[in-house]
């Protein structure tokens, strides 16, 4: 039998689509090669690793409790402090509003923001949530909390979301 | 269901690729259900995966659209549908390809507009058997389970519209070659982000929306110039159906015929045809030559449902007549 038309554009797009497989395959051997995945676009986790974490904190009690002059404290800024001892690192704290806070986080000025804020905050758009690391009962609704990092810094959220895990176990 | 389209008793063949075409249809319907289930679950907040995502969705609209074809042309022509059903093929493969393009130019207006304002994609870690994992492994892991399968069910389906001459089968089987490009290319995009390139899983989006418009407009021209009752074309729009030929050239075999032209319409699945025949002098042909003529036509392919023979003095311009500006047929 000859060969259709169509037959013969089904042939040019299955050799598009096969190298598009293979290049699919490629990227995941290629992922699995590479020890930092996912990395950081803006190398997050390297510049926090034996350097400075920067941490906004907006003042929501019990989860961040702030007094003029002194340290953060609370359950937040625990953790926190826990996670950049692991790292090797310093914090350098900065206190602000909400809205001041994820501007700088967005403008990549701060690391992480502490706040009390719930899986469906309202700042998902200027921020990444982590997954949940505690949960509170408010009436019949479940509040997840949730710390924001810096948007796609995945490699940064990853090792904070492992660390939350492995301290609090949810 | 007894195997027939409208008045037409299908042949064996094509009856037994009837039930082919409807079997794998509900297992294409099965197999959308579990990787729109899986594909939602992983998702998180990569573009490229939503792409996907919403493809595998708009994948259900042609075998759905087919499923329903083929139970509405299964009627016989009455009183108030007397061309019978054929046309829901039409209408259903308009609506898939309506559905298509929307999406498509959605999909690429959103993931454009994300690589212009450089939205960097985060994907987290999620917690299996106690291990916190990236995401992304499993969102390239629910990809790639979608690949093989949207593969297979593409040949077969390409096979079946061939046989079946049906234009929804065919588009539907140019969307499971979309699907499975789609998989391959939103697994690129995470990929990407994996290694720290933000831009990728956008990149990879706007790829697989510009695919699934450029379906849109394919389908769309399609079905519209279909309704219009374009000549008529194989399953695939290559080339010219050769059976309005074969039906020229079996009335010009004729005594009585001097000369012949056929206007032929896609229905769906069958063709409705209108031949002109210019009787030779003083050959004015009978009933009855009229009526072994028509059955002769009839027996030429399963297709020709509907064919109608008109004696005339002389043949019109769209069908090979003498070219002649005229308003009407009345106005020469």
Redesign the interface.
């Known amino acids: 039998m000859s060969q259709?038309?169509?037959q013969v554009?089904?042939v040019g797009?299955m050799m598009r689509?096969r190298g598009?497989?293979v290049?699919?395959a490629l990227?995941?051997v290629?992922?699995s090669g590479?020890a930092s995945?996912?990395?950081?676009?803006e190398?997050t986790l390297d510049r926090v690793r034996d350097g400075v974490l920067r941490v906004g904190v907006t003042e929501h009690e019990p989860w961040v409790q702030l007094q003029g002059g002194e340290e953060p404290t609370g359950t937040e800024p625990e953790l926190i402090v826990e996670f950049a001892g692991q790292l090797g690192a310093e914090i350098a704290w900065t206190t602000g509003s909400e809205a001041a806070l994820m501007e700088s986080l967005e403008r990549g000025e701060l690391d992480v923001v502490l706040g009390g804020f719930l899986a469906d905050t309202p700042w998902s758009d200027r921020g990444?949530a982590?997954?949940p690391y505690a949960e509170t009962q408010s009436g019949d609704e479940t509040r997840q909390h949730v710390m924001l990092?810096?948007?796609?810094?995945?490699?940064f959220?990853?090792a904070l979301?492992?660390f939350l895990?492995?301290e609090t176990g949810l | 269901m007894s195997a027939r389209f409208g008045r037409t008793e299908l042949p064996g063949q094509q009856e037994k690729a009837l039930r082919s075409a409807i079997r794998i249809e509900w297992w294409t319907i099965a197999f959308l259900a579990v990787a729109i289930t899986m594909v939602y679950l992983v998702m998180g907040?990569s573009q490229a995966m939503k792409a996907a995502w919403i493809e595998d969705m708009l994948s259900l609209a042609p075998p759905f659209a087919f499923l329903l074809a083929v139970r509405l042309v299964n009627k016989r022509p009455n009183a108030k549908y007397p061309y019978g059903y054929h046309r829901s093929v039409g209408v259903a493969h308009l609506v898939a390809g309506v559905a298509l393009f929307t999406m498509g130019a959605f999909l690429t207006f959103d993931s454009a507009s994300g690589l212009i304002s450089a939205?960097?994609?985060?994907?987290?870690?999620?917690?299996l058997f106690g291990q916190?994992i990236?995401l992304?492994w499993l969102m390239?892991a629910a990809m790639?389970l979608t690949?093989p399968l949207p593969i297979w069910f593409g040949r077969v389906k390409?096979r079946l519209a061939k046989e079946l001459h049906d234009k929804v089968l065919y588009a539907d089987a140019d969307m499971n070659?979309a699907d499975?490009?789609t998989a391959?290319?939103s697994?690129?995009g995470v990929?990407?982000?994996?290694?720290?390139?933000?831009w990728a899983d956008s990149a990879a989006a706007l790829f697989i929306a510009v695919s699934i418009l450029w379906d849109g407009c394919k389908n769309m021209k399609a079905s519209i110039t279909d309704l219009m009752d374009t000549r008529a074309t194989?399953?695939?729009d290559?080339?010219p159906h050769p059976v309005t030929e074969k039906v020229d050239d079996l009335l010009r075999g004729l005594p009585w015929v001097k000369e012949v032209g056929s206007r032929t319409r896609d229905q769906g699945h069958v063709f409705h045809i209108e031949s002109f025949i210019v009787p030779r002098p003083g050959m004015m042909p009978s009933l009855e030559e009229l009526a072994e003529a028509r059955d002769a036509c009839i027996d030429l392919d399963w297709k020709v449902q509907d064919i109608v023979l008109v004696p005339i003095e002389e043949l019109p311009e769209e069908v090979g007549g003498p070219d002649r500006n005229r308003q009407s047929e009345r106005n020469r």
Do not use: Y
């Open positions: 259709l038309p169509g554009a089904m797009g689509i598009l497989i290049a699919a990227s995941v290629m992922l590479c995945v996912p990395a950081d676009p190398g990444a982590t997954r990092v810096r948007m796609g810094e995945n490699g959220q990853l979301e492992r895990h492995e | 907040s939205e960097h994609p985060p994907i987290g870690g999620v917690v916190t990236w992304g390239m790639a690949i390409m070659k499975w490009m391959a290319g697994i690129v990929a990407g982000i994996g290694l720290g390139l933000w194989t399953f695939d290559g080339r």
